[in-house]
């Protein structure tokens, strides 16, 4: 299983697991220690993880923080850990005072859902009031995932992650300021495109309507982006079939020739290759594409269908019964396969039964 399925794996288990975890202890052992392991860090080795690390803070003896990674004896890593209820922002104070008595370049305060890294960009050995990096584990994206594996053992390079954290906090900060502008512009955003196309003075009845105007405007500059993006991609599709006709024009045109296997879908079969890898051994896993849907197979036997993808506009999961009747299963999106773990592997468990 590579880094990205690893990630979203626990991403999914962690949103089932929540409602059994009941104190900050369980939320460290279910969640935190599992995405420690993720990164490559071995949890049972305390030259690796230090838990109950020692922070000294001034004349208080004695201070500890959750976790250190360590690496040749220095922490690198402190990680201070909270009830996965709990709100983080209380807590900042608490790992900023960790961060000044230690040799740690990165800070890390999770409630085993969202995750915060913090560093010190602003003033040396200072840390900063807002990390660079937040995410949360059960809905984390696909460039968050690249940032996050910057973290991993075997690509860990403090220099290197610090060249791109100032970049990366105020490329955040600025698609957090942009995305509230365009939900809710506010009045200095409003008359900064009002003075450029309105020749009078900007009175307060005129914001007014620039504001219903500025907001009506930006969501069909972005309606209109996706569109033509959308676009793109169908006249691309569109001009492979066609070429794809011109070299076969002497040919009768088959029903396999109008089957386009997407990447959503090989991304798809990996997620369901990876949570069988428990159940089956991952080469017996394979798929086949037709016009309706996309068939994942075990020993690459039609007779033996662990499941099917329908990825149109509606998406479902669907598993065949004894009668080889369609049973299905709505998804918002191929990330929510993991939530049919178990469906998936009772599937194969059937399926291995017959052979």
Known sequence: MDFKDEVKQLGARASK??????????????????????????VFDPFEVNPEFIADIGIKKGEKVDYAIMKDGEPIIIIECKHHLEKLDPHNSQLFRYFHTCKAKFGLLTNGLI????????????MDEKPFFEFNIAEIKEAQIEELKKFHKSYFDVESISNTASDLKYTNELKALITSELKEPTPIFVRHFANQVYPGKITERILTQFTELVKRSSNQVLNDAITDRLKTALDKEEANSNDKEAITTTQPVMAEDKIVTTEEEIEAFFIVKSILREATDPKRISYRDAQTYFAILLDDNNRKTICRLYLGAKKYLVVLDTAKKEIRHPINSIDEIYSHDDLLKESVAKLENKT
């Open 115 to 126: 995750y915060r890294f913090y560093t010190d960009l602003n003033d040396a050995n200072k």
């Open 17 to 42: 697991m929540l409602p059994q975890l009941q104190t900050e202890e369980a939320t460290k052992n279910a969640l935190i220690m599992p995405f420690i392991k993720l990164l490559g860090f071995d």
